[in-house]
Each structure stands twice: as C-alpha cells, then as structure tokens.
C-alpha cells in the first residue's frame, strides 16, 4: 500500500491572501529590472568616457611625442632647430650617361612608350674608360 499525499486544494480567499505576497515579489522583480537597466547603461557611459580618455590620452601623447615639424617644405629638429632633411628634387637630364650628369643621382627613372615608368637605384658610380 502506498500513501498518497493529498494536495490542498487552493481556494479564492488562499489566492486574495497571497496576492500581497505577489505583488511585492512583483515590486522586487521591477526594481530589479530598472537597476539593472540603470546599471547598464552605466557601464555603456563609463565604456564611452574611457574610450573618448583613451583617445585624447593617445592624440595628445603623439603630438607631444614629435621630434620634427615642417617648416618651409623643410624637416625640422624640435630641440635643436636645425634642419634635418629636404625634399628631393627630380629634374630631367639632357644627357644623363655622362660623368657630370650623374654626380649625386640616387634614382634613374625610365618610361617606355607605353608610359609604364621604372625607377632603378644607383648605388655607385663607375667611370669607364
């Protein structure tokens, strides 16, 4: 023989007694919810204003960081003001095979007639004889 056990059965005056009981478990449940809303959207502000910090922090910090500036098409020194590189110049040559032409030539560039340009490096200069 097994026993069963009887279930209460639930009345209308069981369920209007407890509805005070739902309706602060209900309370509970939406300030929950509105916290945890608040509590979101707090961490999405502090997430922005760190990345926005983070940002400055970085554009201030390369700024400052900068050893040289252009000044006049010129590349200066911040500390000692002296000029450490100028553009380069190109210029086309008349004749450029001969002795003169190509002291201090550090590319040679030639076009083909389909306008296809190729840029060779001159390492040294030999003079045949």
């Given at each position: 023989c097994?026993?069963r056990r009887r279930?209460?059965?639930r009345t209308t005056t069981?369920?209007?007694?407890?509805?005070?009981?739902?309706e602060r478990?209900l309370q509970a449940?939406?300030?929950?919810?509105?916290s945890s809303?608040?509590?979101?959207?707090?961490?999405v502000?502090?997430?922005c204003?760190?990345c926005?910090?983070?940002?400055a922090?970085?554009?201030v910090a390369?700024?400052y960081?900068?050893?040289t500036y252009?000044?006049?098409?010129?590349?200066?020194?911040?500390r000692s003001?002296k000029v450490?590189?100028?553009?380069?110049?190109?210029?086309?040559l008349?004749?450029?095979?001969s002795?003169?032409g190509?002291?201090?030539?550090r590319?040679?560039s030639s076009?083909?007639?389909?306008?296809?340009?190729?840029?060779?490096?001159?390492?040294g200069?030999?003079?045949?004889?």
């Amino acid at each position: 023989c097994r026993s069963r056990r009887r279930r209460k059965m639930r009345t209308t005056t069981d369920i209007v007694d407890q509805a005070p009981l739902m309706e602060r478990k209900l309370q509970a449940v939406k300030r929950e919810v509105a916290s945890s809303k608040r509590t979101a959207l707090l961490c999405v502000f502090i997430a922005c204003l760190f990345c926005f910090v983070n940002f400055a922090i970085v554009f201030v910090a390369t700024e400052y960081s900068k050893d040289t500036y252009v000044q006049a098409s010129a590349l200066v020194d911040k500390r000692s003001a002296k000029v450490v590189s100028v553009c380069e110049h190109e210029e086309h040559l008349q004749n450029a095979l001969s002795a003169d032409g190509l002291l201090g030539v550090r590319w040679i560039s030639s076009e083909k007639a389909d306008g296809e340009v190729y840029r060779h490096r001159v390492d040294g200069l030999d003079k045949w004889p």
